[in-house]
């Protein structure tokens, strides 16, 4: 069915920027959510943000508020992680998340179907 896959991790330094990549495919994503979540070690899962799948709304969590954006390129099916300021706090796995409709503000796992792989972020100090 729906397929998810996140790029963009890597070894940064604090202060550094980075930009995730995550692509959905294989379903309908008219009236859709992507979710972003990260997992740092030792650590339970929490929500990053959310956009719309029409890109016309965007919520955070307000440890990143201000510091990271979600957007989509319009041109191909593809959401962004824009992370700005990286502290070393937001060392983790980054998660992708698709919920296929609903016009909720969705913030937990449970709220979610379909799941990419992961891909770790790692700032150092």
């Known amino acids: 069915q729906v397929h998810v896959v996140e790029s963009g991790g890597g070894l940064v330094q604090a202060g550094d920027s980075l930009r995730l990549s995550c692509a959905a495919s294989?379903?309908?994503?008219?009236?859709?959510?992507m979710g972003w979540f990260r997992q740092a070690p030792g650590k339970e899962r929490e929500f990053v943000g959310g956009i719309l799948w029409s890109g016309v709304y965007t919520y955070y969590a307000d440890s990143v508020k201000g510091r990271f954006t979600i957007s989509r390129d319009n041109t191909k099916d593809t959401v962004y992680l824009q992370m700005n300021s990286l502290k070393p706090e937001d060392t983790a796995v980054y998660y992708c998340?698709?919920?296929?409709?609903?016009?909720?503000?969705?913030?937990?796992?449970?709220?979610?179907?379909?799941w990419g792989q992961g891909t770790q972020v790692t700032v150092s100090s």
């Open positions: 998340a698709v919920r296929l409709y609903g016009s909720g503000r969705y913030v937990n796992e449970y709220d979610y179907s379909h």
């Open positions: 294989g379903g309908t994503f008219s009236r859709s959510t």
